[in-house]
């Protein structure tokens, strides 16, 4: 029985991809900063912990329970919306924090374990924003996109010790709770109001999307099958960008 340890588990994406492996009898380790056990069925092969990704205590308590990984998916992040001149460093701190060191974090907190056992996979969940840059999103672009080229370098470190890492973009998901988390940080000045509003209303229109299970089928195979491809594109409108 393999085991899959994902980040942010309480919501969205990464609810969505817990509740998939366990349905195929993983042994699955959700994470989420306040473990909810009505988010996920009663299962022997579940556990829950609690883990946030900025808070180094936090992530040596969580891999040290829960033993050995054979994947692990770094799906944690946080949204931002705003224009860079109106933007506080300390949040554009906070988003890279989560969004960016957090996923290198969490990479090498596993890769002791996945070195020496020379098996694993990482599988770092980013954004199509990297492959279509957006206004109003210049601060979260850039802490996916950091992790777009960090992935890329890192599959080549660990190809040597049979270790895979995979990129899996997903594009706009309104079914998810993402944009609603997005909102609590906006940050648009007066002088940017009407861009902000021809932006909102291009997003209102728009009709390829991302759901869910577009993102879970694309970490399973990224977790199953060798002959995955570094990137993979989840979502109607991310695979419009690269077909």
Same mark, same amino acid.
């Given at each position: 029985?393999?085991?899959? =340890? $994902?980040?942010?588990?309480?919501?969205?994406?990464?609810?969505?991809?817990? /509740?998939?492996?366990? %349905?195929?009898?993983?042994? +699955? @380790?959700?994470?989420?900063?306040?473990?909810?056990?009505?988010?996920?069925?009663?299962?022997?092969?579940? /556990?829950?912990?609690?883990?946030?990704?900025?808070?180094?205590?936090s992530i040596r308590q969580a891999i040290a329970e829960a033993g050995p990984i054979d994947v692990?998916?770094?799906?944690?992040?946080?949204?931002?919306?705003?224009? +860079?001149?109106?933007?506080?460093? #300390?949040?554009?701190?906070?988003?890279?924090?989560?969004?960016?060191?957090?996923? @290198?974090?969490?990479?090498?907190?596993?890769?002791?374990?996945?070195?020496?056992?020379?098996?694993?996979? $990482? $599988?770092?969940?980013?954004?199509?924003?990297?492959?279509? *840059?957006?206004?109003?999103?210049?601060?979260?672009?850039?802490?996916? %996109?950091?992790?777009?080229?960090?992935?890329?370098?890192?599959?080549?470190?660990?190809? %040597?010790? #049979?270790?895979? &890492?995979?990129?899996? =973009?997903p594009g706009r998901a309104p079914s998810t709770r993402f944009g609603a988390n997005a909102q609590?940080?906006? /940050? @648009? *000045?007066?002088?940017?109001? %009407?861009?902000?509003?021809?932006?909102?209303?291009?997003?209102?229109q728009q009709t390829a999307v991302t759901l869910p299970q577009d993102v879970v089928t694309a +970490?399973?195979? !990224?977790?199953?099958?060798?002959?995955? *491809?570094?990137?993979?594109? !989840?979502?109607?409108?991310?695979? &419009?960008?690269?077909?």
């Amino acid at each position: 029985m393999k085991t899959i =340890l $994902i980040t942010g588990c309480s919501s969205g994406f990464g609810l969505d991809i817990a /509740r998939h492996f366990l %349905a195929r009898e993983w042994r +699955v @380790i959700a994470t989420m900063r306040t473990p909810d056990a009505s988010l996920l069925p009663s299962s022997g092969h579940l /556990r829950l912990l609690a883990l946030d990704v900025t808070d180094a205590g936090s992530i040596r308590q969580a891999i040290a329970e829960a033993g050995p990984i054979d994947v692990l998916v770094n799906n944690a992040g946080i949204g931002m919306l705003g224009a +860079v001149e109106g933007t506080p460093l #300390d949040l554009a701190r906070q988003v890279f924090e989560t969004n960016t060191l957090g996923t @290198i974090a969490m990479t090498q907190a596993v890769l002791p374990q996945m070195r020496e056992r020379r098996d694993g996979v $990482i $599988i770092n969940v980013t954004s199509s924003v990297t492959l279509k *840059p957006l206004p109003l999103l210049a601060i979260y672009t850039g802490s996916k %996109a950091a992790v777009n080229a960090y992935t890329e370098s890192l599959a080549l470190e660990l190809a %040597a010790f #049979d270790i895979r &890492a995979h990129l899996v =973009l997903p594009g706009r998901a309104p079914s998810t709770r993402f944009g609603a988390n997005a909102q609590q940080r906006i /940050r @648009i *000045p007066q002088a940017y109001a %009407a861009l902000a509003e021809k932006v909102f209303a291009d997003w209102s229109q728009q009709t390829a999307v991302t759901l869910p299970q577009d993102v879970v089928t694309a +970490v399973w195979r !990224a977790a199953t099958d060798a002959a995955t *491809p570094l990137r993979l594109a !989840a979502g109607a409108d991310t695979e &419009a960008l690269t077909s």
